[in-house]
């Protein structure tokens, strides 16, 4: 299964690639994930081996604009910095967009402006967000009126953790069972968590020494914890669910932070070991744990790099201010 037999299901009749619009502007939001994806079933349409929960942060994440040029080949800006176009970034662009756009059909090329207010493959989901405003972005330009499903779906070949980013609040990602992956998709859930808040602790800007991709298939198949992994989702999801649904903060940091941690320590088990955390990681970690000792309901995730996010309610944050002064505070609802 490709992603090309995808863009077939989606679109029986062919991608309509008449433009309706000059110029669109779009937003997406990150996503943070509380239950992680980590590790695919079907690398070429990221299909993962467990489903997943993430809340989005409304504020954070990418606005993409796109306005139609003549030209040979597309132009892609990210915070207005023209990328190269022999760069991995945009090879990876253009292959998504000549899957909606094969250049042999195409009469124009597009103007690609991204602009990400949030570190950039620091592990803060820069692609998640990426992808999903620029599957919105296109949906619009070409007048697609894809239902949000299979925008999820589309937003899922580009980069796995998109397939949530299409929604703010709570997002289920499916993980279906279907080969064509048209069952695996997020599902935005009907609860909200008011006084929920995100602290992003920056710890590093610097872009990842290993990608997601290729730290998810060294893990799947290195990694003798692996199923352990899988077995923890299956546990992990459901009851995160159970309270999300009864506002427990304690049980939602608990679950979060000790599945984050098990996700990390599977990627350590790996041969070669993969490790996203830096001493400064490992540092703020104990920070929380002896914060929590000292009974502050104070609990973090970890991503595919080595910043942090905390997980505290509103409550709490002239606390988590005083302790972490360069933390950046996110509502989620
Ligand atoms: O979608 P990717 O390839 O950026 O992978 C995301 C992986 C994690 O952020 C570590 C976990 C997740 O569920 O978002």
Redesign the pocket.
């Known amino acids: 299964m490709k992603k090309s037999n995808v863009i077939d299901l989606i679109f029986p009749q062919g991608v309509p690639c008449v433009p309706l619009a000059e110029k669109v502007t779009t937003f997406a939001p990150t996503?943070?994930?509380l239950c992680?994806?980590?590790g695919k079933r079907n690398e070429d349409i990221?299909l993962p081996m467990t489903p997943?929960l993430?809340v989005a942060l409304p504020e954070k994440g990418a606005t993409t604009h796109i306005h139609l040029e003549e030209g040979e080949s597309h132009r892609v800006y990210v915070n207005a910095k023209e990328m190269p176009a022999d760069s991995a970034f945009t090879r990876r662009l253009f292959a998504y967009l000549d899957l909606f756009l094969p250049p042999a059909q195409r009469t124009f090329v597009l103007h690609i402006n991204i602009l990400v207010n949030i570190p950039i493959a620091a592990?803060l989901?820069s692609?998640?967000a990426g992808f999903a405003s620029l599957i919105l972005a296109l949906n619009e330009l070409f007048s697609w009126q894809l239902s949000l499903t299979s925008l999820s779906i589309l937003a899922r070949l580009g980069?796995?953790?998109?397939a949530?980013s299409l929604w703010d609040g709570f997002v289920e990602w499916e993980r279906g069972e279907r080969a064509d992956g048209m069952d695996s998709y997020g599902v935005p859930l009907a609860f909200t968590f008011p006084s929920l808040c995100v602290g992003v602790l920056p710890i590093s800007d610097a872009v990842k020494p290993i990608?997601?991709?290729e730290a998810?298939a060294c893990t799947v198949r290195t990694s003798q914890l692996y199923a352990g992994w899988e077995a923890q989702v299956d546990h992990d999801l459901p009851a995160l669910k159970k309270a999300i649904v009864e506002r427990d903060f304690v049980r939602l940091g608990e679950i979060a932070e000790h599945n984050a941690l098990s996700?990390h320590a599977t990627m350590l088990s790996s041969r070669p070991p993969i490790c996203y955390a830096l001493p400064q990681t490992t540092a703020a970690m104990h920070m929380v744990w002896q914060l929590r000792k000292e009974s502050m309901p104070l609990y973090f995730t970890q991503?595919?790099g080595p910043n942090l996010k905390l997980l505290f309610l509103s409550e709490h944050m002239p606390k988590v201010i005083a302790n972490f002064p360069e933390v950046e505070i996110v509502s989620v609802f």
């Open positions: 996503n943070i994930a992680k994806y980590w990221n997943s993430s592990g989901a692609s998640a980069s796995g953790s998109a949530r990608s997601s991709r998810m996700m991503d595919a």
